[in-house]
């Protein structure tokens, strides 16, 4: 089972992806932040194996989160899910040490693989699968 910690200063956004990662039977989130400074203290507490962190938040955004995690919870490998699809953030986010980077738009195609690959500690660098464009 992989633990994941849901960090986004929507509400609405962190149950959304609570029910959505609800359905798949290897995922299992145990718990959720608000802000950055917030997903450190649970990091530390509840030893997520994957962080899905959005980047701008109230407090502490998630690229400053990020950063910060290896430190303090050195196994956890954060995904950034952000709504900004920019080559700005991913490199401020890939900077920061973060092991994938999702963009909210694509995030039905890539998000689960993405944190399967995070949870995988074999795994060493994120491959994004190819967006499947289902409609005729």
Same mark, same amino acid.
């Given at each position: 089972?992989?633990?994941?910690? &849901?960090?986004?200063?929507?509400?609405?956004?962190?149950?959304?992806?609570?029910? !959505?990662? $609800?359905? =798949?039977?290897?995922?299992?989130?145990?718990?959720?932040?608000? +802000? $950055?400074?917030?997903?450190?203290?649970?990091?530390? !507490?509840?030893?997520?194996? &994957? &962080?899905?962190?959005?980047? =701008?938040?109230?407090?502490? $955004? $998630?690229? #400053?989160?990020? /950063? !910060?995690?290896?430190?303090? #919870?050195?196994?956890?490998?954060?995904?950034?899910?952000?709504?900004?699809?920019?080559?700005?953030?991913? /490199? /401020?986010?890939?900077? #920061?040490? #973060?092991?994938?980077?999702?963009?909210?738009?694509?995030?039905?195609?890539?998000?689960?693989?993405?944190?399967?690959?995070?949870?995988? %500690?074999?795994?060493? =660098?994120?491959?994004?699968?190819?967006?499947? +464009? %289902?409609?005729?």
């Amino acid at each position: 089972m992989i633990k994941l910690l &849901v960090v986004d200063d929507d509400p609405c956004v962190r149950q959304g992806l609570r029910m !959505r990662l $609800g359905i =798949e039977t290897d995922l299992q989130v145990i718990g959720e932040a608000s +802000n $950055g400074a917030e997903a450190l203290l649970l990091t530390v !507490r509840l030893q997520p194996d &994957v &962080v899905l962190m959005d980047i =701008e938040m109230p407090i502490m $955004g $998630g690229i #400053a989160a990020t /950063a !910060r995690l290896h430190d303090l #919870a050195p196994m956890s490998r954060v995904v950034i899910l952000s709504s900004y699809d920019s080559p700005k953030w991913r /490199a /401020a986010a890939c900077a #920061a040490g #973060a092991f994938a980077y999702v963009s909210k738009l694509d995030m039905r195609a890539t998000l689960v693989s993405a944190l399967r690959q995070a949870a995988d %500690t074999s795994v060493h =660098e994120w491959t994004p699968r190819p967006s499947i +464009n %289902t409609s005729t």
